[in-house]
């Protein structure tokens, strides 16, 4: 059966049996009985072993980023030229960058698994490589390798994660899911900067890191061999299909409102520390504990309020508070203060992406949710190699307080967007039942077929 017209029980769980008693097919097909009542949806499951599987392996990727925090001191001890230490490390992010562009548009969810299991061999033969590789060919070498193979496995599992994840839960799905992209960025630098026997040198930590993504191969193996969750579409969107996707306004200015965000969320990270130390403020890790511990807290306590609060208004939360913490971050003198904006910040920037990418999805039709879904991971991508060079150029034109003003400004462009997206009515509500991304309205495309006719006519060919 098509997708619309079923009901949630029927997509999957234990209620995914096909009842043949007489008009129960029907029932189940249109959500209402025999007598033409209403029948309750229970909700779809949410935490089955596959959404499991693909938040373990964009956690593990997630740790094959954050476990090169201490790269640039690393090169410096191997002795190399200080104007190749920007190129090397950002060469990661250019290759994840191209590779999402490229792979994107030819992935499906048949040849996810397998991408997945490429992605991985990359990501292990770059990490061992450390261990032998000291000079600069090699080591940007490397770099590209390790863009490459992480742009291979989150690609693949957000393909796949788009395919299984029901669209009334959606905003808790893209919750939880990017916790995944978040937790190792607050746990793999404490973890390894105190280990109980330190390593004799960084590469042996991004050889074990590396490592540890050999047992989800088989993770991998299992999702290649299961079921690809509810209708999956086509098994690949095309290149054309990506362009014309990209050439609609929901589509293109919902991606600048990620990098928005990322730009604001990686240069801050990068340049508080140099904040901090010229007022005073003492070290800027408790800071940054305390924004992740609430970002985190909001993802997982609060997930569900990503499906029944409007989106945009979400976004809009997002940004102005994240605007009110730049303006706090600016009149912080004191750790006092600095510990309440940080809480601001917490609770601003961890309602932003979950509720931008559920948007997305929401807003896209069936064809393009997983490019659509893969645009914005690379909108993130773009946002985190942008961020420390646009913010580094203007700490040095403006100084920290222009770099906050700048902030602050680029908060109300997205705040602007939010609201823009709310007047147009682009809510991924009820404008589902409109047309979709690429039919030129705020939803999804109704299909005039799933009457209750056509729905019973198909469900006498499916039995």
Known sequence: MGERGIAPSQRAGKGSRLDLRPCAGLAQATGHDARGDAMPSPRPPLFTFRFLALCLLMLLAYCNISVFYNLY???????????????????????????????????????????????IGLLVACGVGYLHVTGVPGLFALRIMNGAGIALVTAS??????????????????????????????????????????????????????LALAPAALLALALARGRCGRDAGPERAGAATMLKSLRTPQTALLLLMNIVYYLNFSSLFFLSKTLFAARGLGGVGVFFSIQTMVMLAIRVLGSRLFDEIQKPLLVLWCYGLTALGFGMLGATRGEGMAVATALVLGLGMGVGPPSMNALMFALSERRVQAVN???????????????????????????????????????????????????????GGAGREGKGLLDGGPGRKKDPANTPGALQGREKRTI
């Open 157 to 210: 599992a957000t393909t796949l994660l788009v395919a299984h994840i029901a669209p009334e839960r959606s905003g808790q799905a893209f919750g939880v899911y990017s916790i995944a992209a978040l937790l190792p960025y607050s746990i793999v630098p404490f973890v390894f900067d105190h280990l109980p026997v330190p390593l004799s040198s960084p590469a042996e930590g991004y050889a074990a890191m590396s």
């Open 373 to 427: 879904s893969n645009l914005m991971v690379m909108a993130l991508q773009a946002g985190n190699f942008l961020g420390p060079i646009l913010g580094g150029a203007a700490v040095g034109l403006l100084g920290h307080d222009g770099f906050l003003g700048v902030g602050g400004l680029s908060c109300l462009v997205g705040m602007w967007l939010a609201l823009l997206f709310l007047r147009r009515g682009w809510t």
């Open 73 to 119: 001191p690393y090169m410096e001890q191997l002795g190399v030229p200080q104007a190749w230490r920007g190129t090397i490390i950002s060469a990661s992010s250019v290759a994840t960058i191209a590779g999402f562009l490229l792979i994107t548009p030819r992935i499906g969810v048949h040849s996810a698994p397998w991408v997945i299991l490429a992605g």
